[in-house]
């Protein structure tokens, strides 16, 4: 639906920040608001987050890069969009199954590299509302959704187009029949202006723009110019609350709120896309539960529920955040392999969600053995893989007292040796063995 008022806001708006030129405003250096600084407080303490890839690319089940990968010509594959319509999509269901998993926001992709838009944008017509035979706005049931269960929503939103002439490719997107010739940045760069514009404007809170595609000008002679504090300063005079984040894999940059990972855990870099400096920002690594992002129907090599809890607890250990994706199916339903690792990590988190929400990393760096995390004068000890009855743990602080969390038996320490060590019963056993400090 095309509302005047809605046009006049963004053109409005976007009047005072483009036009090639940054503005004193916009080049200023970035201040967060007080609620800004809230909600990345309120965001580190949350934990966990379930990512959403999900567009029309589901459909022909090979992943989110499958137009480039396979050098598709834009126009061929656009037509996938006259087919979608995913009948079993249900925001409710969605919304309830990933609340009950103990994940305290959504990160929805609402436009990916392909350049399909999952919402109802004036800014082009090849979005879900007027390409598709579906004809709903996903985002705003989603969001809706979102808002009455109380779970915060985050926007993935990709700065790369592999459809849009007007965006000037890079590195990726360069079989599918675009025309290099008719790129065109100013024009690219309003156009991603006025949707965000529309993303922060007409869903209530957003919680998140979560940036990705940087990279794909990585290796430009002449570097390339994003413009992204005007477009963060765009972001931050909607809702001074909402973070902005960027998986550039560097050091987070002005105006950025929160810093992300891709793969591995912050410090780590085993998937060959991290290795940046960590930043005092809150921190957050982006996972997958398979192998893929969208859906691929031949990938059914899913983590299993322990692996995936012991990641979660580890990614608490670094002080960071989970945010753990999952590829919905064309028909628009969550795959079954994931909606059985949310129950599991739902049933871990009920019962011991309190050692990792509102924690920070613990005093010890991991080790072999597992991590910890704090909470004010409490420090939790998980352990994961024990082969003895002691365990020596470097601390400095004074331990006053030491129980196993699940059954708040006291367990014996003895403090020397630069440390204190505990000694179990048992060998301790299961998927997170929790030990319970209270520190001086
Ligand atoms: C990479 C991929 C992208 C995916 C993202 C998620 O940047 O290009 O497809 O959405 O990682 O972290």
């Known amino acids: 639906m095309k509302t005047p ?46 990512f959403i890839h999900w567009g029309i690319y589901s459909m022909f ?33 969605w919304v309830s199954a990933i609340k009950d998993a103990g994940a305290r926001y959504i990160c929805f992709t609402s436009r990916h590299h392909d350049g399909f838009s999952m919402w109802d944008t004036e800014q082009s017509a090849y979005n879900i509302v007027d390409a598709t035979p579906f004809g709903r706005d996903v985002i705003k049931e989603l969001a809706d959704e979102c ?59 957003v919680g998140a723009i979560w940036f990705d ?14 413009q992204l504090e005007e477009q963060y300063a765009l972001i931050h005079r909607l809702q001074p609350a909402c973070l902005v984040g960027n998986n550039h894999h560097q050091t987070p940059v002005e105006g950025e709120d929160i810093q992300i990972f891709e793969r591995d855990l912050p410090g780590e870099n085993k998937a060959g896309l991290s290795g940046q400096a960590i930043s005092r920002l809150p921190l957050e690594t982006c ?36 945010l753990l994706n999952i590829g919905p199916q064309p028909n628009g339903e969550l795959p079954a392999a994931a909606l059985d690792r949310l129950k599991a990590i739902g049933e871990w988190t009920t019962r011991y969600g309190e050692t990792i929400y509102g924690t920070t990393a613990g005093d010890i760096a991991a080790q072999e053995w597992g991590v910890t995390t704090r909470k004010g004068n409490r420090l939790f000890v998980h352990i994961f893989d024990l082969d003895a009855k002691e365990l020596f743990l470097p601390l400095t602080c004074k331990v006053k007292k030491a129980l196993v969390y699940d059954t708040k038996q006291p367990l014996k320490v003895k403090r020397g040796n630069g440390g204190t060590t505990l000694f179990f019963d048992e060998i301790p056993s299961g998927v997170d063995y929790i030990v319970e400090l209270e520190t001086k």
């Open 287 to 322: 996972q997958t539960m398979n192998g893929m992002w969208g859906y691929k129907i031949i990938d059914q090599n899913y983590k299993s529920p322990e692996t995936l809890i012991r990641y979660l607890v580890s990614t608490s250990g670094k002080g960071a955040n989970l």
């Open 213 to 226: 595609g940087v990279w794909d000008h990585d290796q430009d002679t002449v570097p390339f110019d994003w």
């Open 5 to 50: 008022k809605r046009l006049f806001l963004a053109t409005a708006l976007m009047a005072s920040l483009i036009g090639g030129k940054a503005t004193a405003q916009a080049t200023a250096s970035y201040v967060p608001a007080e609620e800004n600084l809230k909600a990345r407080q309120e965001f580190a303490d949350s934990k966990l987050g379930i």
């Open 61 to 93: 089940a090979q992943g989110e890069w499958y137009m480039t990968n396979a050098n598709i010509d834009n126009k061929e594959y656009a037509k996938a969009a006259s087919a979608f319509y995913p009948i079993r999509f249900n925001a409710r269901e």
């Open 147 to 205: 808002h009455r269960q109380g779970i915060k929503l985050h926007f993935y939103y990709s700065h790369i187009d592999w459809t849009r002439e007007d965006y000037p490719h890079g590195r990726t997107g360069r079989g599918t029949g675009k025309d290099p010739k008719k790129a065109d940045w100013p024009s690219y760069y309003a156009f991603m202006n006025r949707q965000l514009t529309e993303l922060l404007t007409n869903y209530g809170e």
